[in-house]
C-alpha cells in the first residue's frame, strides 16, 4: 500500500532531480518508489475491474471478475 508520505517522497525526489540532480542512492529510492506506486495502481485498478458485472439485453447479469478476472465462484 502507498502512502501520503510514500508519494510526498517521490514528489520530492522529482523537483530535486530537476533543480540540482540526484544522487545514486536517491536515484534507487526513487526507482523503488515509483515501482510501488505503479504496483499500488495496478492493483486497485484490478480490483475495480473485478467488481463490473454487465447486463446482457437477454437480463441475465455476467460477472467479469468471476469471467475475466480474480474473483472465484
Not at 506506486?37 to 475495480?48: C, H, P, Q
Request: hydrophobic content about 30%; overall charge positive; cysteine-free.
Amino acid at each position: 500500500m502507498i502512502t501520503q508520505e510514500m508519494i510526498d517522497r517521490i514528489n520530492t525526489l522529482y523537483h530535486k532531480s530537476q533543480a540540482t540532480g540526484l544522487t545514486a542512492q536517491e536515484k534507487e529510492e526513487q526507482a523503488a518508489l515509483r515501482k510501488a506506486y505503479i504496483e499500488s495502481i495496478r492493483t486497485n485498478m484490478r480490483a475495480s475491474l473485478d467488481n463490473i458485472s454487465i447486463k446482457e439485453a437477454d437480463g441475465t447479469v455476467t460477472d467479469l471478475g468471476k469471467k475475466h478476472g480474480t474473483k472465484k465462484d
